[in-house]
């Protein structure tokens, strides 16, 4: 399999081959384990990279780790270094993937229930295209599972158990003939989708579950929200979404870090709009690209610019 060459793990650049751990660490270990996704895209010209909105995701990740009650053992800075020296070894130039885990280490026999474990950090990047402009579509189907609530796990940080959640849900769209799934609440109303936000346009403007609707506090929900009432000059508005909204939206798109942009031409076999992707997620679309590949100055401090010549190694 092709791999980056390094990986850095616990205030290391390590060959990926020589990161190993033993059989036993399986299991309870990652019970606990929160994590990161976080991209970085080629400059628009060909030129450097930049990673996407990275204090944001360090700042997620620290509150994850709060709340999971995991030991942060560096700062936000140090990691800030390590995930730039990691792109700048492994001599990244293309749209890649940056996932930090935190998990517990040291668990083997001990179950779960032990407080103030050791916190194990790894940081591993991989080549992920983006899809925007593609003109790919996809269809959702509304998932008979619920989104987790607050009173059972905590939806708004990436804790790696909720996810089982949203695999549930999009096994049981896939097997439906769908490309995703989209996720109520205990409410009722929209949550979000197994890895995305959801996102609808009604009337001129934009919609989308409130951060109360037991969605993940999403980093690319909040840079489009941004967009669409800066640069597209349109009304955004953050409030429950009823189900049957959905059915009659003119467009609607799942977005997040892995999903960028997703056009959603049907809910429930509900036809959105024409069936095709929409205006203004088109707009959004064109700003977002220029946003993350450099193309806009306005948001150069979303990009951090990785370096061509390496800093020190924490
Ligand atoms: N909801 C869930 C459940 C997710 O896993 C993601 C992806 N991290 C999102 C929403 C979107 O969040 P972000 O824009 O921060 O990637």
Redesign the pocket.
């Known amino acids: 399999m092709k791999h980056p060459t390094y990986l850095w793990w616990n205030g290391e650049l390590r060959r990926w081959e020589d990161a190993t751990i033993h059989v036993t660490e399986l299991g309870w270990s990652t019970v606990g384990a929160v994590f ?2 976080i991209r970085a895209y080629a400059a628009a010209d060909g030129g450097d990279l930049s990673v996407f909105r990275l204090r ?2 360090l700042e ?1 990740l620290e509150r994850s780790m709060r709340l999971v009650r995991l030991k942060l053992d560096y700062s936000l800075d140090d990691l800030t270094e390590a995930i730039l020296d990691l792109l700048h070894a492994n001599g990244t130039r293309e749209d890649t993937y940056i996932r930090p885990l935190a998990y517990t280490a040291d668990t083997s026999g001990k179950r779960f229930a032990q407080l103030g474990n050791t916190a194990a950090l790894l940081i591993n990047t991989a080549p992920m295209p983006s899809h925007l402009l593609s003109g790919e579509t996809g269809t959702a189907k509304i998932s008979s599972w619920r989104r987790i609530s607050e009173d059972v796990m905590p ?1 708004r940080i ?1 804790n790696l158990s ?2 089982r959640n ?1 695999q549930l849900a999009n096994f049981e769209a896939h097997l439906d003939g769908y490309d995703t799934a989209l996720l109520l609440n205990r409410q009722g109303t929209v949550a ?6 959801v996102m609808m346009v009604v009337g001129g403007a934009l919609i989308t579950p409130d951060v109360g609707s037991s ?9 489009l929200l941004t967009l669409a009432r800066e640069e597209l000059g349109i009304p955004v508005v953050e409030r429950p979404i009823d189900r049957t909204e959905l059915y009659v939206a003119d467009e609607v798109f799942t ?5 960028e942009i997703s056009p959603i031409v049907s809910v429930d076999k509900y036809q959105i709009g024409s069936g095709e992707i929409g205006p203004i997620t088109r707009r959004l679309e064109r700003v977002f690209v220029d946003v993350l590949r450099g193309g806009e100055s306005r948001y150069a401090h979303w990009r951090t610019p990785v370096p061509t010549v390496a800093t020190a190694s924490v």
């Not at 979000?192 to 936000?197: L, N």
């Not at 977005?255 to 999903?259: F, Y």
């Open positions: 990161e996704g944001e995701h997620r939806p990436k909720n996810y949203g979000e989708g197994p890895g995305s936000c969605i993940l506090e999403s980093i690319t929900r909040d840079a977005c997040g870090t892995a999903a």
